[in-house]
Structure formats: structure tokens, C-alpha cells
């Protein structure tokens, strides 16, 4: 399994290096514009109809203040703002990583 080698907030952006060798750099603002919590993204009911989320927005200025592993599957950050719900999986930061 692909995990984190090492996490580190370089200028406005969070390096990740992967136990494989690659690396990505993700910028603060689209990190937090991708939040995969509920309070961005919405939840849908049983009935299929989506519940809350915002929307694509604009988080420039938003930075990244400190960040947390999650059992050995994901990343949780804190940002500025005060975000800090969004469970980050590996394979999600990855392929936000690969869109850059």
C-alpha cells in the first residue's frame, strides 16, 4: 500500500513524499477547495438527494496550520480558516497530486 514517507508545509504548499519514491506538491487553497468533508462536498440521504456543500470556491489565502495522520489510511489538516474535518485518503491526495 502507498503511504506517506513524509509530510512537510513548504511555502504555500504540502509536500508529500510517497514510501514509492514519487512526490506531490499540493497548493494550500486547492487542497482546501477539495476538501472531501461534508461541509464542502455535501452527503446525500438514502433517498439520493445531496444535503449541504458549498460548491467550487475560491480559498486563496487559506493556508495550511498543521496536519495529522489518520489510522493508516488517511491525512486530516487544520487550515486558517478553521477547516479541519476532511479525511484526506492517500489515494485521494494522490490523484489530486497527479492534477497539478
Sequence with gaps: MISPANVQLIGQEVAIVWNDGRESFL???????ASPSAETQGERDIFGQQHGGHGPRNFEGVSVTGWEQVGNYALRFDFSDGHRTGLYTYDYLQKLGSQT
Design 27 to 33: 497548493p494550500f487553497s486547492r487542497l482546501r477547495a
